[in-house]
């Protein structure tokens, strides 16, 4: 297998080149889509299917997903859909643990100052029926109005229009405004829109409805983070991003509920175990053994023997 020295994840499929020859399964490390069915390497091994198989693929067929679980190798972090719009760090977004809480779990922390991620690809526009989903984590009050978390400049939006509500806007059909905390914890966000309308989802549950915005659509490409989602320019966020994917239909309420429960990942079962309240234990230097866990709404709990 002929892989660059010099990068750790040669062929940009979202595996390390140690993964793709020492794990389980296996891989080839110089091609991204070892067994040429249309998904990279990583994304098939994330969804539990065989990367050697062509007939072993992933069940969701997203247009476009990061996981950010390659932390940002070289620059770039793998779009794990067939669409292959890997995403561009603009600034120097930090590595934090990722939403669901298992190993390998990562996500972004955006500065709100020059930090994005960039795909270059206009991946709204022209679209008959559409999800957008991500995980966002609030750990800091914004400070300034016009926040994008994810989406496409002039097509289809959504962030924060002030540090209390969250929009999700469209050229045709509008605004959807709804009102959140300056902080809270990890939430799963989701929007839909087709012929019948526009519906926002917070952790699984609807929290806003609109009319619909089919006919949207621009020249801009879909960003995360900010570089523009509600401008051309600017709409910097502060805090926290994991799992942003798109699709050009409409997922049932099932697949919602399973995704912000972090049942599925956006491309099918999420292999493994989940620690979705970020279980941690450890031995402190007093000896002692100590239990954390992060609770739905946020709240800290320690639990140590004596």
């Known amino acids: 297998h002929m892989t660059d020295p010099q990068e750790v994840d040669s062929d940009g499929d979202g595996r390390t080149d140690g993964e793709e020859v020492n794990g389980n399964p296996t891989s080839d490390p110089a091609d991204p889509d070892t067994d040429d069915d249309g998904f990279k390497d990583g994304a098939e091994v994330l969804a539990g299917t065989d990367p050697n198989d062509p007939d072993s693929k992933p069940e969701l067929l997203p247009i476009g997903y990061w996981s950010f679980d390659d932390q940002g190798a070289g620059g770039t972090t793998a779009d794990l859909s067939p669409g292959g719009n890997d995403g561009t760090l603009n600034g120097n977004p930090e590595i934090v643990p990722g939403a669901c809480g ?11 100052v020059d930090d994005f ?5 206009s991946l709204l526009t022209g679209l008959d029926e559409y999800t957008m989903s991500g995980w ?17 400049n002039d097509a289809v939006e959504f962030g924060l229009s002030n540090p209390a509500q ?10 959807i405004n709804i009102a959140v905390a300056d902080t809270a914890p990890w939430t799963h966000i989701l929007v ?6 526009r519906t926002v989802y ?3 549950v609807q929290a ?3 009319p619909s915005s089919l006919g949207s659509g621009s020249a801009f490409p879909f960003n995360i983070g900010g570089g523009g989602i509600f401008d051309a320019t600017g709409n910097f966020f502060t805090g926290c991003i994991d799992e942003v994917a798109v699709w050009d239909m409409v997922l049932s309420q099932e697949l919602i509920t399973q ?13 493994g175990g989940i620690n979705r309240l970020g279980l941690n234990v450890r031995r402190t230097e007093a000896g002692m053994l100590e239990i954390s866990w992060n609770s739905k709404e946020g709240e800290l709990y320690n639990l140590r023997s004596e």
């Open 192 to 197: 839909t829109g087709d012929a019948t309308g």
């Open 102 to 112: 298992e190993d390998g779990d990562f996500a972004f922390k955006f500065d709100g």
């Open 166 to 175: 969250l929009q999700h806007w469209t050229a045709v059909g509008g605004a």
């Open 136 to 152: 966002v984590k609030f750990d800091t009050p914004q400070l300034v109005n016009r926040i994008g978390l994810f989406g496409q």
């Open 208 to 210: 806003g409805s609109g």
């Open 117 to 121: 991620i960039g795909t270059g690809a």
């Open 259 to 271: 995704l912000a429960n972090c049942e599925t990942t956006p491309i099918g079962p999420r292999a």
């Open 202 to 204: 917070l952790d699984g």
